[in-house]
């Protein structure tokens, strides 16, 4: 493994504007529809109004235990929202729900509005299933957003008061406690660095070192009867023929011992972030976090960058355990891929970890929202029999906030800066402002992403400034034309960046062309379920073929690779051949007796399936 | 629909022995090795403490509401595997079983060992979930299987004095009541038959009548707060959407009104097989049977005759849904499909049913059985990735005395005789004995089915006598070879019968050839799971490929369907490709990058798989 130290930092959201037509169709629907329809399902399914009941230390609690963090998730997302234009329906909204989380606030700093309501006398009882932690996670970060994007320090007030009393109950010294459902190491390390207390970020560091550690203090919450109480469902998930795995909650070897990536997709991922945060110059830490990333990537991870098949565990199984019509690929394990692979990016500059952000990105995670922008895929099956639709809500609704966020603060996945580089990971169209080499420059990228693969990127320095612009040659990019007028020597390749490092001038203008023609992919012979099948992509993009286009299930289709494939906009035509129905009536019969017809179909991109209604649906098709 | 009335009916056990090596060697296994290892399961589990408790009237019950019933269908296998010929050790644990049965029983004929030791206030109160009439119905079945076949009564009297209390209870101007799990009605049919007691069928078939007629009973019993104390997830089975349907138990509408199978496998077919023992002279009764059968069979039936593909109903889903790996296809669904089955044949004479009962006896039902006779399938899935296998016993132990009846029984499915004619329904092996025309007769069929398809069946009439042999012509058989010295005319074909209508000498032999040779079958291309893929199959036999053999996962062979295939004694020699894996490890890669290698693949029956642990195995085998 590369050596470990930061190379880069995001941009503030105020500083980049993303310009092409996906990310600004998404930025406009997320500010005007999709924040406003969670904030009317937050109020309708009791959320709120729990917030509003502890502040008034009377009423029953409604809802899920960890429901509270389905609101800050929503404050997140709202704070990027707001820090790329103001929003009077939005702010509205936000001053109301931050008043009553600050109102349901206890004194010592204690807040869970479950807890408060339902079981004061058990809190921190049961931490390996009850969220408690979770929920204070979401809320710091939901802090740190707001003091970070928008400048207001209400919301970090509340979670400063809150991470002080988890730092006053555990810690070295203190109790070993942390979360059986990982959140709050991302949290406190985000706080730390924004309030600049390294302590936050200590107590993070300890918490992901004692995880998985003997004796687990999950296994020994099993034994308390009054936490098991709260949860009579815990041996199911934690126990394996009567045994104590702790792979549900990656509770079954110390992190750097880690090899494979296993248990419930969100929790890993959000902690495998949490770990890369606080890895620089640890390398065996950093290692192992790469080794768990390369697992899941190399051998674990769907075409669309979906994680997880089984819903049983809502994660992880075997290598090549794939399955696609009943995949589970939940949005919000997507999303955590993005959070995780962008920290290991951001720590390497290795373009590997950039590569599976925009395949998640771009696929297995927005496919988790409707065009509309107000209905939600809780899992991402890369085959469909009619069976999935998004729903405008979940009784378990970690998703659609989470999609929320992830569009709010997409910029943060697109560009980077470094002390003297600037960083391009996915050459979306954008408009960015920021320092480099101490010189305030300005970079706009044309670019009409990912339907387009050609860019210009021009530089407008306040003064002629050298610095290194990196721009990321895409996993899928095969003829990469590059043009930039002035350089003098070709450009270098550094781990998968092309590095233009010269002295800018106003208006110079780096010209490129990532050559984006339709391919055939393959899968490795080890996933059994794409055996004898093709995936179409363009570009960053998978495709999938729909009943909708085609007008019978598309599994009947199976394509013709050695014909051309016709692209149209963002559709794209592929022969092929249709198994023909009308004429066989048995169920089985004598090989031979079923006939095909020569056919065209339509496929177009899997993140907007199923925008039309149910219907069939497949990614893998079969080859003629 | 042809018109209805009984064609034919089964030899007593007794008259039939099975000889072919097929046969005979489960009939051994199931007498010195499948009816012991059940009954030790039933004694460790304390299926038959329970009775003993219940006999002392102290004790709480141990395992399932249902477990009683387990022990009756043992009683009922060990009924036929006694009259096959007598055995110490069975016939000392059958004295053992039937005492304690006895004693167990309430002086009102009531008997249901959970009932009395656990709710003896709760009697009858909870029909929909709770199975009472159905642990009756495998009583009564037992009783009158040991009656029949081993001129034993003690278990007739039993069950008749169960049976009555239930008709003092149940019945046209008393309660209107029947079993949420259907089989009492194919027990009290049976008894009235064999008792001679009209009063048993008229209540069965007043229960047929009743069922799926509005006000539904089991509907009313979800508002049955104390009911539903012993069923608490009777909402989840019953309601979709919060609104009751009734399909899981085959009460959504009136029989007559039926047209496609739905809900648990077992309960429907159970119950369709008694509607069709009632239904001569009602062709609306006998049309509605066979519609939901054909539905099944042309549209909801694996190629093994399994049925039903979910585990979430155990049941049916919708016409061409059924999934190879996740298949649930349960063992008693196969015996299930082959006793509704052999009532539409016997009342119709077509083949159509035949065929059916063989295709799920030589796959789907025998697959549930170890080779060893001591390990059950519960699920029968048509591919593994290595997770199945066969198991001593389940907490639910349905299916292992379930495939132990039917193996007892077997040769209910192989021969028939009317008046005038003897039926050969599947070429197997046996000597039979009986009357025919009023003439003692001895016919020996000399068969090595279903290894070869090449038959000489002997007939022995005491004098010469007059009467239509007919033999089925199996519905894979497309050459047919017949020798009958003496046959003035060609055989004439009925209802997919070879009708052999002559006077019969003593020693007079028909031979016949069905061909066997090995056959690629593929499915309606509207069972998707099955698209781009073919099974080979010879004769009844469905065979499959098993990681054993292969050394690698069968799922990476293709097969070449122009290259020849080579029989070779019970396996089957392919060519085609693999895989190849050893170079490749991206998981998704351009198209092109795999490679595949020329190979053979030996491929072996279905029901036999898995025989050597568990391991990966597929029935449908993608063609190059």
């Known amino acids: ?323 696609n019509l009943t995949a589970y690929a939940e949005t919000c394990a997507s999303v955590a891929l993005i959070f995780w692979s962008q920290r290991l990016l951001h720590m390497t500059g290795n373009s590997d970890y950039a590569d599976v952000v925009e395949r998640a990105l771009y696929n297995g995670a927005i496919s988790g929202i409707s065009e509309s922008g107000d209905r939600f895929f809780y899992t991402n099956p890369l085959e469909s029999r009619g069976e999935h639709q998004r729903l405008p809500w979940f009784d378990c609704a970690c998703c659609p906030p989470n999609i929320a966020r992830l569009i709010g603060s997409v910029a943060k996945q697109i560009v980077s800066v470094s002390d003297e580089a600037f960083w391009i990971h996915i050459p979306a169209g954008f408009e960015a402002e920021t320092s480099i080499s101490g010189v305030k420059t300005r970079l706009v990228c044309e670019s009409n992403y990912p339907w387009s693969g050609e860019i210009k990127v021009r530089v407008e320095p306040a003064k002629p400034v050298r610095f290194a612009l990196r721009v990321r040659i895409p996993d899928w990019a095969d003829d990469v034309q590059t043009e930039l007028p002035g350089l003098n020597s070709e450009s270098e390749w550094d781990q998968g960046y092309a590095v233009f490092d010269k002295l800018w001038q106003s208006g110079d203008t780096l010209t490129m062309d990532f050559g984006m023609t339709p391919k055939w992919v393959e899968a490795n012979p080890r996933v059994l379920d794409d055996l004898g099948r093709v995936a179409l992509t363009r570009g960053p993009l998978v495709y999938c073929a729909e009943e909708h286009d085609l007008g019978y299930p598309p599994q009947l289709f199976s394509a013709d690779l050695d014909a051309p494939v016709e692209q149209n906009s963002m559709r794209i035509k592929v022969q092929g051949f249709r198994e023909k129905l009308d004429f066989i009536d048995d169920i089985y019969a004598a090989e031979g007796t079923t006939e095909c017809e020569e056919t065209e179909a339509i496929f177009a991109p899997y993140s907007a399936w199923c925008n039309r209604g149910a219907n069939h649906m497949a990614v893998w098709t079969r080859r003629a």
């Open 1 to 323: 493994m590369m050596s470990i130290t930061r190379q880069m930092r995001p941009l503030p959201l105020r500083s980049v504007k993303l310009t092409d037509s996906f990310w600004s169709k998404w930025q406009e629907t997320l500010r005007d529809v999709t924040l406003e329809a969670i904030y009317q399902r937050m109020a309708e399914s009791g959320r709120l109004e729990n917030f509003r009941k502890t502040a008034e230390g009377q009423g029953r609690h409604v809802g899920r235990y960890y429901d509270d963090s389905d609101v800050y998730k929503w404050c997140e997302a709202c704070a990027y929202a707001l820090a790329l234009g103001p929003h009077k329906l939005l702010k509205k909204r936000l001053d109301e729900v931050i008043e009553l989380i600050d109102a349901a606030q206890e004194g010592s700093g204690y807040l869970n509005t479950y807890f408060q309501l339902e079981h004061p006398d058990l809190k921190w009882r049961n931490l390996g299933m009850m969220h408690e932690l979770y929920c204070a996670g979401h809320l710091i970060e939901a802090g740190v957003a707001f003091f970070e994007e928008v400048d207001d320090r209400r919301l970090l007030d509340v979670a400063i008061k809150l991470a002080d009393h988890i730092a006053s109950i555990f810690g070295p010294g203190k109790r070993v406690g942390f979360c059986g459902h990982q959140e709050i190491e991302l949290a406190l390390i985000r706080l730390g660095r924004a309030a600049g207390d390294k302590s936050y970020v200590e107590l993070a560091r300890w918490m992901i070192e004692k995880r998985g550690k003997s004796p687990s203090i999950f296994e020994a919450e099993l034994d308390d009867p009054e936490a098991m109480k709260l949860s009579p469902w815990a041996r199911g998930h934690l126990l394996k023929d009567g045994v104590y795995t702790g792979e549900y909650l990656q509770d079954h070897a110390p992190i750097r011992e880690h090899e494979a990536i296993v248990g419930h997709a969100v929790r890993g991922m959000y902690w495998y972030a949490a770990a890369m945060e606080v890895a620089e110059g640890d390398e065996p830490l950093a290692a192992a976090v790469d080794r768990v990333w390369r697992n899941l990537t190399e051998k674990r991870m769907y075409i669309t960058g979906g994680c997880g098949p089984s819903a049983r565990n809502e994660g992880f199984t075997a290598d090549y355990d794939l399955p």
